[in-house]
């Protein structure tokens, strides 16, 4: 495998700064030829955040992870594993390291991806990058996340219950951070593996969105990307995204929406016999029975008001139209603001029907399609 050279990393980022000025000039080709006349008078726009990352030395990270002990393993993946580490300085850090058994140039691709983009976002529910080296291998290194991921705190045996406290701060935490991705940063992020696995949790059940191995930048001119192969995790996939490969906001928008029920009823997407969370949760939510919905561990412990948004904001997220789904600025309002107005979001009647078309019967057979990324090809980051 080829590894590349501190020069390489540098020219990666200077081509992204390049590309991404050259794509602000384009979109103004059109406007007053002299620029500085037009922006009399206009308050500067503010400056996005440099990088605040560093390169760290192998040696560092050798040291800090106990020589990537295998005591210190907390995840593993298709192409990467996990290792808890602890600096000089104290700090508790997690190391993904591209597996030495990885020949596939398209993982490498995907690595370097996800260190052009993580490092260039700045948000509290979006996982942190503090450097990378590129010494004897690739490597990613990022705040510890001490509670791990969700998907270890809900589906792993003997674990207690999540507080119901803690499961809507979950879920308005990783509504936050995916608007910022599709809103607030400089260029329009598409994540395309949103799940519980990826979505880590601080000392406080602050939740961090991770692995952007899969990320797509979108560029504002275009409405959306076509992209094959077909990646990301079954039971997530929105219904255009499997079938024709189109990708925009609505993607994540549908896979948050999957979330959402996961963190509600405490299921798996797809659980152990191919039975699907959402063919289980939509005849629920389309009778109002939400209650039914609710994850039984908790023993009805859990706020009604709190319960019949979240529910509600899941019935938009994974409707089988993307333009009948809600963008993430909608699903804060309607998580997070006043009244919930449902006729507003009613669809037309055709449009209602050609809703039950979507689901998983054959997904068994699915999961066999070299098409696509099976749940266990993605990093689980487990709880230390």
Known sequence: MRYLRKGSLKRLFSVRRRSFEEENLNENENTEQDSKEAMVGLPEPEPSPKPTWR?????????????????????????????????????????????????????????????????????????????????NGLHLIFEFSSHGSVASLLHEENSAPIAWKIRYKIAIGTARGLHYLHKGCPRRIIHRDIKASNILLTVDFE???????????????????????????????APEYFMHGIV?????????????????????????????????????????????LVDQRLRGEYDVTQLKRLTFTASLCIRASATWRPTMSEVLEVMEEGEMDKECWKMPDEEDDEEEFWGFEDLECECNSPFSTSPQDSISTASS
């Not at 990320?215 to 990301?232: C, D, N, R, Y």
């Not at 609505?250 to 996961?262: P, R, Y």
């Open 55 to 135: 390169c760290f030395s192998y040696d560092e990270i050798v040291e800090s992870t106990n020589g990537f002990n295998s005591d210190n393993m907390v995840g593993k993946g298709g192409y990467a594993e996990v290792y808890k580490g602890v600096l000089k300085d104290g700090r508790v850090i997690a190391v993904k390291r591209l597996s030495r058994a990885s020949t596939d140039e398209r993982k490498e691709k995907e690595f370097l991806t996800e260190l052009g983009t993580i490092g260039h976002v700045h948000h509290p529910n979006v996982s942190a990058l503090l450097g990378c080296c590129i010494d």
């Open 207 to 237: 939740p961090q969105i991770s692995d952007f191995g899969l990320a797509k930048w979108l560029p504002s001119q275009w409405t959306h990307h076509s992209i094959v192969p077909i990646e990301g995790t079954f039971g997530y996939l």
């Open 248 to 292: 925009d906001e609505k993607t994540d928008v549908f896979a948050f929406g999957v979330f959402l029920l996961e963190i509600i009823s405490g299921r798996k997407p797809v659980d152990g016999s191919h039975q699907s969370l959402l063919n289980w949760a939509r005849p629920l939510l389309k009778e109002g029975d939400i209650e039914r």
